[in-house]
Antibody, heavy 118, light 109 residues
Framework: QVQLQESGPGLVKPSETLSLTCGVSGYSISSAYYWGWIRQPPGKGLECIGSIYQSGSTYYNPSLKSRVTISLDTSKNQFSLKLSSVTAADTAVYYC???????????WGQGTLVTVSS | SYVLTQPPSVSVAPGQTARITCGGNNIGSKSVHWYQQKPGQAPVLVVY???DRPSGIPERFSGSNSGNTATLTISRVEAGDEADYYCQVWDSSSDHPGVFGGGTKLTVL
């Protein structure tokens, strides 16, 4: 059974960099899938931040591209998100998920709330 | 970039059929996926590739996609189907891996 678990600070100061990690169990991230990050501001809808393929190729939401870096750590079977220059608008529940190529997200983590505040 | 439009809310009585639409320019040429999200929980995939159901999803959930509109249909609606529903596509024109619709709140009367 594929399981994903987000981890990282729950509070980030404005202008700093948000960093989250997604640990994966039950499946090797080196296999042929994409691995993505999705966020959901309180009371609002889902927004895909981006995805990374097992080769390291990345695909980012154009509206966030200038601030986002997604990377893989195959030795730890995990992948990471960095979002720079955060503001209060980046406060959200952040989910990691497995994604079929050019397609759907089939396994999701439980989500982690990140608040941007001084 | 590509935009998906959903109605904010749909209401239906138990036992009836709910239809939730997802509009997009020539969406019929794309593969559309649908998620159910209950309060405080992560989204769950209920329909993928327009009309396929993952293992464990009841047959009451079905999908279609043609022209400028994709539709999620929930037959014989139950109280437990009350949730937010989101459509999603991969926008190949911008390599945006996950364009989501704004979501539809399904209320079971």
């Amino acid at each position: 059974q594929v399981q994903l678990q987000e981890s990282g600070p729950g509070l980030v100061k404005p202008s700093e960099t948000l960093s989250l990690t997604c640990g994966v169990s039950g499946y090797s991230i080196s296999s042929a899938y994409y691995w993505g990050w999705i966020r959901q501001p309180p009371g609002k809808g889902l927004e895909c931040i981006g995805s990374i393929y097992q080769s390291g190729s990345t695909y980012y939401n154009p509206s966030l591209k200038s601030r986002v870096t997604i990377s893989l750590d195959t030795s730890k079977n995990q992948f990471s998100l960095k979002l720079s220059s955060v503001t209060a608008a980046d406060t959200a529940v952040y989910y990691c998920a497995r994604q079929r190529g050019y397609s759907y997200f089939d396994y999701w983590g439980q989500g982690t709330l990140v608040t941007v505040s001084s | 970039s590509y935009v998906l439009t959903q109605p904010p809310s749909v209401s239906v009585a138990p036992g009836q059929t709910a239809r939730i639409t997802c509009g997009g320019n020539n969406i019929g040429s794309k593969s559309v996926h649908w998620y159910q999200q209950k309060p405080g929980q992560a989204p769950v995939l209920v329909v993928y590739d327009d009309s396929d159901r993952p293992s464990g999803i009841p047959e009451r959930f079905s999908g279609s996609n043609s022209g400028n509109t994709a539709t999620l249909t929930i037959s014989r609606v139950e109280a437990g189907d009350e949730a937010d529903y989101y459509c999603q596509v991969w926008d190949s024109s911008s390599d945006h891996p996950g364009v989501f619709g704004g979501g539809t709140k399904l209320t079971v009367l």
